[in-house]
């Protein structure tokens, strides 16, 4: 009977490898996380509190923005907009503990809500007991990413958490970090009074995008909210005023710059949590490449890492299924069978634009299609081609569909227009199906926003076989 200790047990990736193996037979499990409250990143501090707020704001942008509306504008109502996530949040956690502390009510299962800290490569420390397992299974998620610019460390600075549990915000503010976090959170500060420079290291944001898509988002961030959005420019140093803000100093177009604001908003990423892990008492040597395909440490093979913490592709589906490919392959590592890689098919949602403007892209862009020189065609749609999306007076946007160009396998889809998001889950199938484009119904119930899809379809058929 292999005994298996799950390091972060209350999160997105922990819970499914926790799932999976207490209902595999001749298992014994320590499940371990010190979590106060306890619930993962993603119900906690991530994508579920995220959208609840910038919610909000999308409510208020989209009454300011539609002409055919008059009367007051209403303001958004910080303190309303806090105590209602923060009563859905627990929820969710709740939900999320009970379903770990069910487990542990199981046979051969046991929950320690404590820190557990290696004493080598698997034995753990967890609080007063020592834990010695067959494998140990790493999910610590993530934590913020605080870069390392010149004088950080004099500056007082908001980081995503902060800015979610904020019931005041200031007159003004700089940027730094334009990825997924500052695409979610920067309209929504926009909206609720901030004024915004936004700091941007390449020419466009949303590295994973076609050119276009980066483009389409500048001008919508521009055209829409108070944000002046510098491309191409690089953080060099940092210091506080005398007024009790920040002063940045960077680097654009081969000048040097200063930005001054009331507050720093620091949105650059985040990083594996392996902080007070004790990783130096085991073989373990987190890097480049220190986790593989099976979620097996590079270093030890009884060790798997799944979720934020491996540093492959910290978003909350991956993390799921990376967990329940981590499960099976401590059963078949035990069972001495071969193991089977974690295979991800492209799939991200980025909620930019209050989530009225989402990001979407499924399989490959036309970009990673050259890339890896993979044969396709590829035709784009504007959103305000279809008149659903000028009714509804949200007529921005675009969406291009990438096919093989042979036998019509849908390779890829990305949109950037008013119910992206939604349309995810229909393209993740056609791009997993592997289905052929002329198969696909070009019939959506008019007037509605997938006609888009029913665009791209025709435009992709005819292209098929040229």
């Known amino acids: ?102 487990l542990a009510e199981r046979d051969d299962v046991e929950f320690l809500h404590d820190t557990a800290r290696f004493v080598d490569d698997h034995t753990l420390a967890v609080g007063d007991r020592t834990v010695e397992a067959d494998y140990v299974v790493i999910a610590t998620g993530s934590t913020v990413n605080v870069p390392d610019v010149d004088g950080i460390g004099d500056v007082e600075y908001m980081t995503s958490a902060d800015v979610l549990d904020a019931t005041s915000l200031p007159d003004s503010g700089v940027v730094m970090g334009f990825g997924y976090v500052g695409l979610e959170l920067v309209p929504y500060l926009a909206e609720a009074g901030t004024e915004l420079t936004v700091i941007e290291h390449d020419e466009r944001p949303l590295d994973e995008a076609d050119p276009e898509y980066g483009d389409e988002l500048l001008d919508l ?34 000048e040097s710059e200063a930005v001054e604001a009331e507050e720093l908003f620091l949105f650059t990423g985040r990083r594996p949590n392996l902080d007070g892990l004790g990783i130096e008492h085991t073989a373990l040597e987190p890097g480049s490449g220190w986790v593989a395909d099976t979620m097996q440490a590079r270093d030890d093979e009884r060790t798997f890492v799944v979720g934020d913490v491996n540093g492959r592709e910290p978003i909350l589906h991956v993390a799921k299924e990376q967990g329940i490919r981590a499960a099976e392959n401590v059963l078949a590592h035990a069972r001495g069978e071969a193991l089977e890689p974690y295979e991800n098919v492209h799939h991200h949602v980025v909620f930019s ?25 590829a035709v784009t749609r ?46 993740q199938l056609a791009v997993e199906m592997e289905l052929d484009v002329r198969d696909i119904p070009d019939r959506a119930y008019h007037p509605t926003t997938p006609e888009i899809i029913d665009g791209l379809v025709r435009d992709a058929a005819e292209r098929v076989g040229e």
């Open 1 to 102: 009977m292999p005994h298996v200790a799950i390091i972060g047990a209350y999160g997105s990736a922990g819970v499914p490898v926790a799932g999976e193996l207490a209902d595999a037979p001749d298992v014994e499990l320590t499940l371990v996380d010190d979590g106060d409250p306890g619930g993962g990143l993603c119900i906690l501090r991530g994508c579920m509190p995220s959208k609840e707020v910038i919610s909000a704001g999308a409510h208020r942008f989209q009454a300011r923005h539609d002409r055919r509306l008059t009367g007051d504008l209403p303001e958004i109502d910080l303190e309303r907009v806090v105590a209602t996530k923060d009563d859905h949040v627990l929820g969710f956690a709740e939900h999320r503990r009970a379903a770990v502390h069910d």
């Open 221 to 254: 961030y521009e055209d829409n909210w108070d944000v002046d959005i510098r491309t191409e420019t690089r953080e060099r140093r940092l210091e506080p005023t005398d007024d009790g803000g920040v002063r940045l100093h960077v680097d654009r177009d081969g």
């Open 353 to 377: 634009g209050l989530g009225v403007y989402p990001y979407v892209r499924v399989g490959y862009s036309v970009d990673a299609a050259r890339r890896r020189d993979v044969d396709h065609v």
């Open 382 to 427: 504007a959103a305000s081609d279809d008149g659903v999306f000028k009714s509804k007076d949200v007529p921005e946007g675009r969406a291009t569909l990438v096919v093989d160009p042979d036998d019509g396998t849908v390779l890829g889809y990305q949109g950037l227009h008013y119910h992206a998001d939604v349309m995810a889950k229909t393209m």
